[in-house]
């Protein structure tokens, strides 16, 4: 690439472009007009002599170039905001946007109803949700925030526990009065189950029974590729399936799904983190929205501290 300096602002429409996927809603969220924002990405790919989107019908999608470009804009952008707050009067006011990343079903299930909350309490904080079953890449993905239950122990990043849950199988009231419930585990043979295609054909689920563990491997006559959707086609009455307790609870309350051998559960907790990159963590915006979700883990999702 040739030495050309970028205007910050030509970079901020780039990413938004991308992440928005169209030049006109991004021209909308920054309240300007298309060719603000066309020429912003015109100039960028004039500077540096390379084609930076892809424009079809699907909307606007990054080249290898541009890819490139995005995620070193992010990290610069995010820089930039940070230290005009480390040098300005109001450098722990909680304001400027946050990307939080999550699973569906986490971020519908439990971030979504806090968000007026945090609202009430950051009036100035822009959140921007990005769901999806995928770990999102911090960096390039341009997360602030990741909610996670694992943290690979090669990965650069910062995690603060928000704090443990089980995993338990369910079903709908429907289901279980049409098929039975089992009695114990190795039952589950006889009943129609319901897994994530990311666990593949077969599936084992661990119990605890006369104080050891038993394993019982089931294959699912119907699997997703989300977790939140393996929670709608159990309450739908699809069959039996693992969730997450604090995931499943509001379902239970409403009587739309019951515990399924629950004398039987293994016990086994596994960990949400709130994952965030050192370069970040100081960030007023990035503390603020960690401290809060801490607070909603043990007061609003049943998360054991």
């Known amino acids: 690439m040739k030495h050309f300096l970028p205007d910050p602002a030509d970079l901020r429409w780039l990413v938004r472009s991308l992440d928005l ?5 991004a021209a909308r969220e920054m309240n300007v007009a298309v060719s603000v924002v066309t020429r912003g ?4 790919e004039a500077g540096y002599g390379v084609s930076l989107l892809r424009r079809s019908t699907h909307g606007l999608s990054a080249t290898p170039e541009g890819a490139e470009l995005a995620q ?3 990290a610069l952008l995010a820089q930039m905001e940070d230290i005009s707050a480390a040098l300005s009067k109001q450098r722990n006011r909680v304001a400027g946007a946050l990307r939080l990343a999550s699973s569906q079903e ?3 299930e439990l971030v979504v109803p806090c968000l007026a909350q945090l609202r009430e309490r950051y009036p100035a904080l822009r959140i921007e949700l990005v769901a999806d079953d995928r770990v999102a890449d911090l960096v390039t993905d341009g997360i602030d925030v990741a909610l996670r239950t694992t943290v690979g122990s090669s990965e650069s990043v910062v995690a603060r526990e928000l704090g443990s849950f089980e995993r338990r199988l369910y079903a709908s009231p429907a289901y279980l ?3 039975g419930e089992p009695a114990d585990p190795h039952e589950l043979h006889q009943h129609q189950t319901v897994t994530h295609t990311g666990q593949g054909p077969a599936v084992t689920w661990a119990f605890r029974k006369a104080g050891r563990v038993v394993d ?3 294959r699912s006559q119907l699997a997703a590729n989300t977790s939140a959707l393996v929670h709608h086609a159990l309450v739908a009455g699809a069959g039996i399936g693992m969730l997450s307790r604090p995931l499943a609870a509001a ?5 739309h799904l019951a515990e399924v051998l629950a004398p039987f559960a293994s016990g086994t907790a596994y960990t949400m983190y709130a994952v965030s990159l050192p370069s970040r963590r100081n960030a007023a915006r990035v503390r ?9 883990a043990r007061q609003q999702w049943l998360l054991t501290p």
């Open 288 to 296: 603020a929205v960690i401290g809060f979700l801490q607070e909603a």
């Open 251 to 255: 379902d239970v309350a409403r009587g």
């Open 216 to 218: 019982v491997t089931v």
């Open 106 to 108: 986490i971020c519908e």
């Open 177 to 179: 009065r049409q098929h």
């Open 41 to 44: 990405v015109d100039r960028l």
């Open 72 to 74: 070193e804009a992010r």
């Open 21 to 25: 996927r169209s030049f006109s809603a």
